[in-house]
C-alpha cells in the first residue's frame, strides 16, 4: 500500500498539522501492468483521519509500473477519485 498523506508545516512556528491522507492499494495486474484501488479518508486532521472513514474511491487499472514515476500513479489516483475537476 502506498499512503499519501499531505502535511501543513507552519512557517511560524514548525508545527505540523496533516491535512489530507490517501490510500493507494495494489489489486493485481502484471510485473509491467498494475491495478490499483484508491480510497481518501475524511477529516482535515490527523485524529479524524485515524478513523478511516472512506470519503472517495476509485481505480487505476493498467498503470506502467516500471516505466512511470509513483508521483504519475499519485495524480492517477487523485483524477480516479474526483479530484482536480472545477
Do not use: F, P
Not at 491522507?21 to 486532521?45: P, S
Not at 512511470?68 to 482536480?84: E, F, P, Q, R, T
Request: hydrophobic residues 40%; positive net charge; glycine residues 10%.
Amino acid at each position: 500500500m502506498i499512503v499519501v498523506s499531505v502535511h501543513l508545516v507552519s512557517a511560524r512556528d514548525g508545527s505540523v498539522t496533516e491535512l489530507a491522507r490517501a490510500h493507494i492499494c495494489n489489486v493485481g495486474g502484471t510485473d509491467r501492468l498494475g491495478d490499483y484501488e484508491v480510497k481518501t479518508l475524511r477529516g482535515r486532521g490527523t485524529r479524524a483521519l485515524n478513523s478511516r472513514v472512506v470519503q472517495r474511491a476509485g481505480k487505476v487499472l493498467q498503470h506502467a509500473r516500471m516505466q512511470l514515476h509513483v508521483w504519475h500513479l499519485v495524480a492517477k489516483a487523485l483524477s480516479a477519485v474526483g479530484y482536480g475537476r472545477s
